[in-house]
């Protein structure tokens, strides 16, 4: 995903639009509209009968339409454009990473909402579907489910320093590739053992989920000094 951004594709086939048996395969140039069924098909998201896109009304309540909710059902919505194809129905958004909540553990639940009104009968159908979205596990959880642990009678290897467990971060360069502003401040919580990065935290004040998200995504693929024992490594920009 470039420049930590999240594509949210909708790809509704000819059973979103009216059901019917599906169509028989076809080839890849029956799959493509011409310019001119595109030009006429384009049309704002929703608005469908069961055989067509049509304006049925202002709001979901009275049309067809896919909304995306970043952060849950029952926050503020996205609607996804539709585009007709010679099978259905496209729709495409993308959706940043600043329009999401949590980013880590668990992460954030984005829901997808089709409402499907039928014209003729006032019949009206809703179907959503639930998206979990998570850069990886924080950096507390990590330090949870690794404890340090202290075996008497054995003696144990030489701690790593501050400085060794904090080079990988500073020679990153996460700030300047992950375009934080002069003016915003970033903290960094890593939990490593064996080398390898096992939970990240960022926090950047002014909140900006999209720098976050891209040094968080960059502090998972740094290797660290090797060591048994977990450590936690701060660092701040």
């Not at 259905?88 to 329009?99: E, M, N």
């Amino acid at each position: 995903m470039m420049r930590a951004l999240l594509c949210a594709a909708i790809l509704l086939g000819s059973v979103a639009c009216g059901g019917g048996s599906p169509p028989p395969p076809k080839t890849a140039a029956d799959e493509t509209p011409t310019e001119a069924e595109i030009t006429q098909a384009v049309k704002p998201c929703g608005d469908a009968t069961d055989d067509d896109v049509t304006i049925l009304g202002p709001d979901v309540k009275t049309r067809d339409a896919v909304l995306v909710y970043p952060k849950g059902k029952g926050t503020v919505a996205i609607e996804v454009p539709l585009m007709k194809t010679k099978t259905g129905y496209h729709g495409d958004k993308i959706v940043f990473w600043q329009d999401l909540g949590k980013l880590s553990d668990e992460g954030t639940k984005i829901d997808v909402a089709i409402y499907d009104h039928d014209k003729k009968t006032g019949d009206t159908e809703e179907l959503h579907v639930s998206v979990g979205v998570s850069t990886g596990k924080s950096c507390e959880k990590a330090q949870d489910e690794n404890p340090q642990q202290i075996v008497m009678g054995k003696a144990g290897a030489k701690d790593l320093s501050r400085d060794e467990l904090g080079r990988p971060i500073s020679n990153s360069n996460a700030a300047v590739v992950c375009g934080l502003g002069q003016s915003s401040h970033a903290k960094i919580c890593v939990l490593v053992k064996r080398g390898r990065p096992l939970g990240v935290m960022v926090s950047v004040d002014p909140s900006n989920g999209r720098v976050a998200a891209c040094m968080d995504r960059r502090m998972r693929g740094l290797a660290f000094p090797a060591s048994d024992n977990p450590d936690t490594v701060t660092f701040s920009y």
